[in-house]
């Protein structure tokens, strides 16, 4: 039976479309069965992150619609064999919570992961996203306002029975950190009372790149999500101590 | 934990409060007045609720000089 995940910030284009590519890419390269969610309806992404953009096929519409089965609109990632897409619809379009949750069930039996993207905010999608899901993944970029919706998105999954949850620190800035000028992660796990499930930097030009792959920071987070090792990639390193002080004084100068 | 923390607590907090300013001054007066029936109290007194993981604490702060005697009826 599928883990039943979903990816949600509260606070919008913090990385959570992102993350949900990258930890499935890094779950399906462990041979784990995978299948992304696009629960962002009129904002969908996830198909671009994988580079499916491309690919014609059913979405979710068309399977509530009952154009089509929801085998028939699972898209499989051509290098990744055991990732799959269920797409989202680029329009925008009104889902219950209870219409998408009786979807997932019916894909739980198929998959080991499920990840949930969900949209930004704690509206009518982010509940369809959260109901349909046991556990949650929060991203959270290092900012205040990042943080405050963040614990608002954390009390409304607890008030709706999700209490298995961890953040993702995502676009942390080592030097920044080190300089005092930037949450660290500790600081946002006590603020948000939540154990860390991975921390990952701001990488430069990410999102200019055409095919994503996971960096050794989500690596670590995915090792963590099944159950394996329990390494958090550490942002701050390369920038503590005396070439680290080197390196942020170059840095500072660029 | 610095400043930025400390603000960032402050916000949370402020945002997981479930009382306004006015009513948690009528209660914290009507609280006051009940506990001077017992304590003699000095200073001001306290309330602050925060709402956490498992519903919402109560916390009542004020110092007190002394307890007050008072009989109970059988
Ligand atoms: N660690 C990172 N380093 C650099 N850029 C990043 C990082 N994570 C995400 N981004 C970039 O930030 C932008 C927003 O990311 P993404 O679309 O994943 O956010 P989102 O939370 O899904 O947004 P929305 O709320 O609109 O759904 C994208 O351009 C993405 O490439
Ligand atoms: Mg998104």
Known sequence: MARKIVITSGKGGVGKSTMTALIGIALAKKGERVALVDADFGLNNLDLYLGLEGCDGYAIPDVLAGKCRVRQALLRHPKYPTLWLLKGDKDSF???????????MQMEGEFDYLLIDS????????????????????????????????????????????????LLINGSHGDLVVEGEEFSPKEIAKLLKLPVLGVVPHIYGLSCEGELTPHIAVRYAAEILRGGKRRVYDPTKRYSGFWGSIRRGLKRSL | MGRMFQRAYEVLQA?????????????????EKKLSEYFELSGGLRLEIVSGEEGCALAITCKVERVKRFRILP
């Open chain 1, 94 to 104: 009104p889902i219950n919570a209870q219409t998408l949750k009786g979807l997932i």
């Open chain 1, 119 to 166: 949209p930004a905010g704690v509206g009518e999608g982010f509940l369809a996203a959260v109901s349909a899901a046991d556990e949650g993944v929060v991203v959270v970029a290092p900012q205040l306002s990042s943080v405050r919706d963040a614990d608002k998105a954390i009390q409304r999954m607890k008030g709706l029975g999700i209490h298995t949850l961890s």
């Open chain 2, 15 to 31: 945002d997981k409060a479930v009382l306004d300013d006015e009513s948690k001054a009528v209660i914290e007066r009507d609280l």
